[in-house]
């Protein structure tokens, strides 16, 4: 299995709702990563993981909280979030942080 | 501050004509550098890097890259382009100091017209 999935592919949210997205990896990769990527732009490094362990949290709204379960699973919990956080929220891992990266298809969020 | 540059937002090529996407990166140490392509609506795709060793790198979909480290540029070539190359493509570069996280640049938009 060569691939990162992650569920949903879309979700919208209201403001008050508590909400969680996943990502799975059968890679055997050590690092997982979370990013934001608005329209057009590049993608923004939210929380990087490596070997389970919560390695870079690039000062990310507390709304935002990950948990990494066990080192094939990454999950992104969503709470009273801002229409300013609708984005596409990408999952992506490596083999080590040293590597290069595979991306999942991502989840379009829409915050109403 | 550590940057990527991709100094073009829109390149414009005809099919079957040879296609560069320029990257230049301002950064201290010795950098990892990557490519990733991205297609509307969809994840990013590895598309190649340069760790060390020759600096012209081949990746996937016929994709190639030269890393010039005088110029520090790593631009993205291919000899024929293809009407399905049409994608959104990113440079970005790692660091062993900054923990290897990845510096994008601002990507360029690659259109190829039949």
């Known amino acids: 299995d060569t691939e990162v999935t992650q569920t949903p592919k879309h979700l919208v949210m209201g403001m008050t709702n508590k909400k969680s997205l996943k990502c799975e990896q059968h890679?055997?990769?050590?690092?997982m990563y979370w990013y934001k990527q608005k329209a057009k732009k590049p993608p923004e490094l939210m929380f990087v993981?490596?070997?389970?362990?919560?390695?870079i949290n690039e000062s990310v709204p507390s709304r935002f909280s990950p948990e990494c379960p066990n080192s094939s699973l990454l999950n992104l919990h969503l709470h009273a979030l801002q229409p300013e956080d609708s984005a596409l929220y990408l999952c992506?891992?490596?083999?080590?942080?040293?590597?290069?990266?595979?991306f999942g298809p991502g989840t379009r969020l829409t915050v109403l | 501050a550590q940057s990527v540059a991709q100094p073009e937002d829109q390149v414009n090529v005809a099919e079957g004509n040879p296609l560069t996407v320029k990257c230049t990166y301002s950064?201290?140490?010795?950098?990892?550098l990557f490519w990733y392509v991205q297609y509307p609506n969809r994840g990013l795709q590895f598309l190649l890097k340069?760790?060390?060793?020759d600096n012209l790198v081949k990746g996937s979909y016929g994709f190639e890259a030269e890393f010039n480290k005088s110029q520090t540029s790593f631009h993205l070539k291919k000899p024929s382009a293809l009407v399905s190359d049409s994608a959104l493509y990113f440079c970005?570069?790692?660091?062993?100091?900054?923990?290897?996280?990845?510096?994008w640049g601002a990507g360029t938009k690659l259109i190829i017209k039949p």
């Open positions: 992506a891992s490596s083999q080590l942080l040293v590597n290069e990266q595979f």
């Open positions: 890679m055997g990769h050590r690092a």
């Open positions: 993981y490596s070997y389970e362990k919560l390695s």
């Open positions: 950064v201290s140490g010795n950098p990892y």
């Open positions: 340069y760790i060390t060793g």
């Open positions: 970005a570069v790692s660091l062993m100091d900054s923990n290897y996280q990845l510096i």
